[in-house]
Structure formats: C-alpha cells, structure tokens
C-alpha cells in the first residue's frame, strides 16, 4: 500500500477521497484469536479490524470491512461509505475511483 498504491494515488488524483475496504471478514474470526488479534490458523495473511484502521488513521482515510459471503448490509456499508466521503468534501474536491 505505501510503496505502490499510495503514492501513485496521491501524484495522479492528490485531492482524491480514499476509503480502505477490509474484505472477506467472515474469514478472520477462523484466523484470529478474539482478543489478540494475532492469526491463529490459515495460511493467508490477514489484517486485523485494529491494524486497517491504523492504516486508515495515518493516510487520513475512511475504513470499512465486508463480508460479501454471509454479510451482504456490509457491503451496502462500503458504498455508503464511499459517498458519504465524497459528499462530505464536495462533488468537485476530486474524482471518484474504484480499484
């Protein structure tokens, strides 16, 4: 995310809106202790609700999980999310890009 995605984002749309989705959550509860947060099992690495929301924190972005497996009101939520970001800097603070 830092040395390739970031970057790139931030010298082509500076002004863009960003909102970090953590997907397929129905996942993680198999992989990591409750409290920990630490994998306990798979071999994929997986990222904590507490560590993408770090990430979110520092690049001054908006976080999200998903689960489209059991969850589907969690993907409504990303892109409730999505516009709720683009309303709250206005329509013309920058464009909209889905990667």
């Not at 500076?14 to 997907?23: D, R």
């Not at 992989?31 to 690495?45: E, F, K, L």
Request: proline share 3%; glycine share 8%.
């Amino acid at each position: 995310m830092y040395t390739q995605w970031y970057p790139e984002i931030r010298r082509f749309a500076p002004h863009a809106q960003l909102v970090i989705v953590g997907t397929k959550t129905d996942l993680r509860p198999r992989r990591y202790g409750q409290s920990t947060g630490v994998a306990t099992s798979g071999s994929h690495d997986t990222v904590s609700h507490y560590e993408g929301n770090k990430l979110a924190k520092e690049l001054h972005a908006s976080y999200v999980e998903c689960s489209a497996r059991y969850d589907h009101e969690s993907v409504n939520n990303v892109w409730k999310t999505m516009l709720l970001r683009w309303q709250e800097f206005g329509e013309g603070a920058g464009e909209c890009i889905l990667q």
